[in-house]
């Protein structure tokens, strides 16, 4: 009987010990399903931190103000834009304006044809491996085919061949620093002042003839930009159209200037007295023109760079 109780105790303490051991709340397949969801977090914690470490990678591909010089701006406000469509086919000689010292151009030959227009860039120095037409961050985004290689000339100068969507106004550029291996952002100006009346097409540039001006003595004002800013000239001026030419008197404000230069011909002064006068031809009207006046104010003749721009709607009549 004794053994048959002892039997029976070990067989209760068996079943007490097999119901204890069996699933508990925070049982294996919940602490798997708690483990795989910590792991999605962490795999998801790491997407989101390549995201943001790419995003700061590609920022500080672009140079930002610190890492710059001066910047400068290079649209006035008397630019108005000026499309291909507005040029006859050919080539020319064009100035650029760049809002960074350290983006020089040496030189710019502009081409167009079916109204498009492009322009061999000839540069200053050979920091740059290439170019793209837009912002650093663009630049940064842009497949590598879009990036503008540089050849060079037989001098051995970099240049650089950009397409152009108009004249006389900012156009974004960025480019790539060889040493600092960073994109730099630039603006640049094509400038159209060094293009001939002829190069435009009928009626897009004022001229005395599309004015309907008869020959006959006027008066107009007359601005002067470029220089130094020391010299200015008087206005309002006279102008005289002659022959379908019109003349403007060029008062300075200085007698020490000898000689002026305009579409490659030598004017002398009219007078011999006083600051220097001159009569130079002007083609186009309410648009800014190249001249050059040489001053013998410094310790040599030196020939300045200018632009003159008539006023359409100030010109009146003398007669």
């Not at 051991?21 to 795989?36: A, F, V, Y």
């Not at 103000?65 to 000689?93: A, K, N």
């Not at 960073?182 to 009346?197: A, C, G, H, N």
Request: glycine content about 8%.
């Amino acid at each position: 009987m004794k053994k048959k109780f002892t039997i029976a105790l070990i067989l209760i303490i068996s079943m007490f010990c097999f119901v204890g051991c069996g699933p508990k709340e925070g049982s294996t397949q919940e602490q798997s399903t708690d483990t795989e969801a910590e792991t999605q977090e962490e795999e998801e914690s790491k997407e989101e931190n390549k995201e943001e470490n790419k995003e700061e990678a590609e920022t500080t591909k672009v140079a930002d103000s610190s890492e710059m010089t001066e910047v400068e701006d290079v649209v006035q406000d008397w630019m108005v834009p000026i499309p291909g469509s507005d040029l006859v086919d050919g080539s020319y000689d064009i100035n650029v304006d760049s809002s960074s010292s350290m983006f020089k151009i040496e030189s710019c030959k502009l081409n167009v044809k079916n109204g498009e227009m492009s322009a061999d860039m000839t540069m200053g120095g050979k920091g740059y491996l290439y170019l793209f037409m837009g912002t650093g961050e663009e630049a940064v985004a842009a497949d590598e085919s879009e990036y503008i290689h540089f050849t060079e000339n037989s001098d051995g100068n970099h240049v650089y061949t950009v397409p152009i969507d108009a004249l006389d106004a900012g156009i974004d550029c960025a480019a790539f620093s060889k040493n600092k291996e960073k994109w730099y952002e630039r603006t640049l100006v094509f400038r159209s002042d060094l293009i001939p009346v002829e190069g435009f097409r009928d009626g897009i540039i004022k001229t005395a003839s599309t004015l309907g001006i008869s020959d006959g003595e006027y008066q107009a004002n007359i601005e002067l930009s470029g220089g130094y800013g020391k010299a200015s000239i008087e206005s309002p001026t006279k102008v005289r159209l002659e022959d379908g030419t019109l003349i403007a008197t060029i008062t300075w404000s200085s007698p020490n200037y000898d000689y002026m230069v305009v579409d490659g011909e030598k004017y002398l002064p009219i007078n011999t007295e006083g600051n220097s006068v001159f009569e130079i031809p002007i083609k186009a009207i309410d648009r800014f023109v190249p001249v050059i006046a040489d001053t013998t104010a410094m310790s040599q003749p030196h020939e300045i760079d200018y632009m003159i721009r008539i006023d359409s709607a100030s010109i009146t009549n003398l007669e």
